[in-house]
Structure formats: structure tokens, C-alpha cells
């Protein structure tokens, strides 16, 4: 049986675990954690081996928390390790442990793609590229921004290509997420370099885009607000709705009023950790004028890149092709039945 460790138990590490606990396939070794801190007695409540690093043994034992080893006994016994650290130390962790010990690893969004801090030399969204992280011993998983502009541009090249001239996409981006300790504060801030436009060209590099990125006071997904010029007028919109119907992970929504309604939805329907974990097209935003079409839609932050790593286990270790990797994938997290079930709620 396969060995996966999740180094990193935030915000993704913990949904990553519940996610990978339900495949009887795989067995997770544990989690990693760096805080001896009241989120160690939860993960191990939840039946999760915690490993720690070697130095800080005796403090975790002090706070009476069973601890199974160091995080290097658990990278040793790993087949494959799901890097969710803090942005940043993805970089020190493959140099410390995945590189000496020869171990496959999946990094987050967080971490660099170009330059010396560079983690893999791939950016993975699964309706692109999935194909190409196989062979692999190191792929980054696009940023959940970055992953929802590829499932939305992807299938609008594939139908429209030269047709269409350019994307531009204004990213409104939420402060923090719900669970996250930090202040948010009241301010728009803008970024005046995001990452996100050089990460999409990585796996779509035809894609003629520019992005803007701001950031509000709001823990409540994404909203992207996206722009496409076509030559000429556009298709109509039941045209641009026909090419989501059947998209994996992508949602079209009728007159939710907001991104929180969503966010409650999916807690009201029970869905992991209130994740819809995909996008939601939001089809009465749909504009058409002279050459452009309007499409808005909404991204959640959480969950969208949670299925996504799934898929890399699929790829970088069990070697399934991509269509048993997304029947797998259904298994595991039931998108399309959380799709209907999202699209019933919001049909109106
Ligand atoms: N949050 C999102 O919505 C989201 C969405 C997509 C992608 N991402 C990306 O996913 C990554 C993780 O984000 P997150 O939101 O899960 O962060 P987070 O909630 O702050 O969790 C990060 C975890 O990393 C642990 N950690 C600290 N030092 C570490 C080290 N040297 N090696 C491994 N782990 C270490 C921390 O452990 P302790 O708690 O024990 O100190 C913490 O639990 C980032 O690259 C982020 O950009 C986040």
C-alpha cells in the first residue's frame, strides 16, 4: 500500500487528512505539526499519527500529547509527501528532507515556480496539464486563484481558440479564511505584481491574460470578474453556459446574492469543512456587448485545491490515467453530486 504524509496540518494539511483517510487505497503515515498547540490533541482525536520535528519532541511530550516520531521518521516510511506549509518553506523542506531522501512531493500555491527558491518546475491544474506530472518527483499545485481561472479559460480556448483575442481578470480576493486567526482589516489592497497571471501562463502559455488582484475584507471565497474579447461578436450566452454543463468542479449558479450564501449553503448541505471545493459560474453576471462577454465567477479558497492534490496522488503515484483519476476523484469527494445539488439550490 502506498505511504502519503501530509507535512503541514493548516488550513489545507487538515482537509487534505480527511480527504486521504477516506481512500482505503492509500495509508496516511500522519501529519506534521510545529506548534504545540491545542490543533496537535485535535488531529490526534481524529485518529492522525502526529510527528514533529526531532528538536521539538520533549516540548510537544511535556504538553502530554502522544507524539508517534520525528517528521524525518515519517518522510523515511513515505512514498510521497503533500507539502502544506506556511508559504516559503516548502523550499527549506525539499532541500532538508524530500531531496536527501529521495521522496516524491506535491507543494502548494505558496511556493515559487521560477527564481532560486524555484520548488518544481510544473504548475499542475488537472483539467490542463494532469497528463505531465506523471513522471514527476516534484509538481506545485496551482494556488486555488490560479486553479480556477485554468478551469474556466481552458475550456473556452479549447472551444473558441483564435476567436478569442485576450483575457483580462480582476481578481477580489478574500482577507483570510474562516478558520484563520488573523485581523481582517478594513482596507482594499491592491497588489501591484500578482503571481497569478505568470502561474496560468505556465500551464496555458497561449493564453493572452492579464491579471489585477485585490484584496477585501471578506472570509468568504473568491470572486473573479473576468473579461474576454472575442474578433468579432461573441457567442451567445446559452453558448458559453453549453461548454460548463459538464465540467468537473465547475458549478453554474443562478442569483446567489453573494459568495457567503454559497459558503452557507454548502455548511447547510454538510459538505466537508463547508467547502464546495470547485467554481461557480454566476450565469445572470453573464454580460455580452459588441466583442466581449462578462463571466464572473466564484472560487473557493479552501476546498477548490483539495481534490486538485487528490489528483496528483493519482498521478505521481498510482500512475491512473486522467479519466479513472477523475472517476476516482468523484469517489472520494462526490463534486458532481455536490454540483447538482448546489445548482438545485441556486436555480432561480
Ligand atoms: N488557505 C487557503 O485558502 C489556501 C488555498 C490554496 C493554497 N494555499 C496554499 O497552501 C499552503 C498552506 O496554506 P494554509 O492556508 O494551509 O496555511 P496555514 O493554515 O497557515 O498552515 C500552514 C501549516 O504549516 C505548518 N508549518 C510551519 N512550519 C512548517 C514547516 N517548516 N514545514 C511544514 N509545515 C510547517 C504550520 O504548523 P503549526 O500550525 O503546527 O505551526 C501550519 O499548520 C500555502 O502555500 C498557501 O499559499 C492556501
Excluded at 480576493?173 to 482596507?187: M, Y
Aim: charged share 30%.
Amino acid at each position: 500500500m502506498y505511504q502519503v504524509f501530509i507535512n503541514g496540518y493548516g488550513i489545507i494539511g487538515s482537509r487534505l487528512a480527511t480527504a486521504i483517510t477516506k481512500d482505503k487505497s492509500i495509508n496516511l503515515i500522519g501529519i506534521a505539526k510545529y506548534s504545540a498547540d491545542e490543533k496537535t490533541q485535535e488531529a490526534i482525536n481524529k485518529g492522525y499519527k502526529v510527528f514533529v520535528p526531532r528538536k521539538l519532541i520533549k516540548e510537544f511530550q511535556n504538553k502530554k500529547y502522544d507524539i508517534s516520531g520525528s517528521i524525518e521518521d515519517a518522510i523515511n516510511q513515505s512514498d510521497l509527501v503533500i507539502d502544506a506549509s506556511t508559504e516559503g518553506n516548502g523550499i527549506k523542506n525539499k532541500r532538508k528532507y524530500y531531496q536527501p531522501l529521495k521522496k516524491k512531493a506535491i507543494f502548494q500555491g505558496g511556493e515559487d515556480r521560477y527564481g532560486k527558491n524555484s520548488v518544481a518546475n510544473i504548475i499542475h491544474n488537472s483539467r490542463v496539464n494532469y497528463e505531465n506530472t506523471i513522471d514527476k518527483d516534484f509538481v506545485i499545485q496551482g494556488s486555488c486563484n490560479v486553479t480556477g481561472m485554468g478551469k474556466i479559460i481552458q475550456p473556452l480556448i479549447e472551444s473558441y481558440d483564435k476567436l478569442i483575442k485576450r483575457f483580462d481578470v480582476v481578481l477580489v480576493r478574500r482577507w483570510a479564511d474562516l478558520e484563520d486567526k488573523k485581523e481582517v482589516r478594513d482596507s482594499i489592497v491592491w497588489d501591484k505584481d500578482p503571481h497569478h497571471q505568470d502561474d496560468l501562463k505556465d500551464f496555458i502559455p497561449t493564453a493572452n491574460l492579464y491579471v489585477d488582484a485585490l484584496k477585501v475584507p471578506s472570509r468568504m471565497m473568491h470572486l473573479h470578474q473576468m473579461t474576454v474579447r472575442f474578433v468579432g461578436r461573441p457567442p451567445s450566452k446559452d453558448d458559453i453556459l453549453d461548454n460548463f454543463k459538464n465540467e468537473f468542479g465547475v458549478a453554474i449558479l443562478n442569483n446567489a446574492k453573494g459568495t457567503g450564501d454559497i459558503r452557507k449553503k454548502a455548511a447547510e448541505l454538510k459538505f466537508d469543512h463547508g467547502d464546495t471545493s470547485m467554481v461557480h459560474i454566476h450565469s445572470e453576471l453573464i454580460k455580452i456587448q459588441e466583442d466581449t462577454l462578462k463571466i464572473s465567477y466564484s472560487d473557493d479558497q479552501t476546498g477548490m485545491v483539495i481534490p486538485e492534490n487528490y489528483m496528483l496522488i493519482e498521478s505521481m503515484l498510482l500512475k491512473r490515467r486522467r479519466s479513472d483519476a477523475i472517476r476516482q476523484t468523484d469517489k472520494i469527494f462526490s463534486m458532481k453530486k455536490k454540483k447538482r445539488l448546489l445548482e438545485s439550490a441556486f436555480q432561480n
